[in-house]
């Protein structure tokens, strides 16, 4: 799970982010993050639609290789 202040980083800086929901790298939702609680967190889409994905899924920058989340 990841750091309220990562994530506060990431928004600040609208680093593009990717959540990693399952192996298909089609699934991956990418986005900014706008905000977040205890279990989700809030993420704009490029077509600027805002979908809840949950905290326990992987986040990392969109410009770093994906990471497999079955590791």
């Given at each position: 799970?990841?750091?309220?202040?990562?994530?506060?980083?990431?928004?600040?800086?609208?680093?593009?982010?990717?959540?990693?929901?399952?192996?298909?790298?089609?699934?991956?939702?990418?986005?900014?993050?706008?905000?977040?609680?205890?279990?989700?967190?809030?993420?704009?889409?490029?077509n600027r639609r805002?979908?809840?994905?949950?905290?326990?899924?992987?986040?990392?920058?969109?410009?770093?290789p994906r990471l497999?989340?079955?590791?």
């Open positions: 799970m990841m750091t309220d202040e990562e994530l506060d980083a990431w928004r600040i800086a609208g680093t593009t982010v990717r959540i990693v929901r399952d192996a298909l790298e089609e699934n991956d939702v990418i986005g900014l993050v706008v905000a977040w609680d205890d279990k989700d967190v809030l993420i704009r889409k490029p805002v979908v809840k994905v949950s905290r326990s899924y992987r986040i990392q920058p969109a410009d770093e497999d989340p079955l590791a």
